[in-house]
Nanobody, 123 residues
Framework: QVQLVESGGGLVQAGGSLRLSCAASGRTFSTSTVAWFRQATGKERDFVASITWIGAITYYTDSVKGRFTISREDAKNTVYLQMNSLKPEDTAVYYC????????????????WGQGTQVTVSS
């Protein structure tokens, strides 16, 4: 069983940047597709971005395209989410996930989750 730990969240002003990290332990990330989701208070957990283990192909939800970048550093067993031009609507708890079943980018397709890291963007 893989353990995932997110870090890097915090409070930032609109227009600012944060870089989230998702570190894996228990087994390697190098053969895993990894995704970031986020959940705002009172809302469902939504897909943000993902990166495949074959070819490092990336996918993004429309609202973050051009602002967020997902990347992986397999030597460190870590996946990152660089978030630029942050907006108040990006405020949420951000989760990383793996053990993807290959179906689609939704919560039920991932079997392992981290505990989340809070991102708050002030206006």
């Amino acid at each position: 069983q893989v353990q995932l730990v997110e870090s890097g969240g915090g409070l930032v002003q609109a227009g600012g940047s944060l870089r989230l990290s998702c570190a894996a332990s228990g087994r390697t990330f190098s053969t895993s597709t990894v995704a970031w989701f986020r959940q705002a208070t009172g809302k469902e957990r939504d897909f943000v971005a993902s990166i495949t283990w074959i070819g490092a192909i990336t996918y993004y939800t429309d609202s973050v395209k051009g602002r967020f970048t997902i990347s992986r550093e397999d030597a460190k067993n870590t996946v990152y989410l660089q978030m630029n031009s942050l907006k108040p609507e990006d405020t949420a708890v951000y989760y990383c996930a793996t053990d993807y079943d290959g179906s689609w980018w939704y919560v039920g397709a991932f079997g392992s989750w981290g505990q989340g890291t809070q991102v708050t963007v002030s206006s």
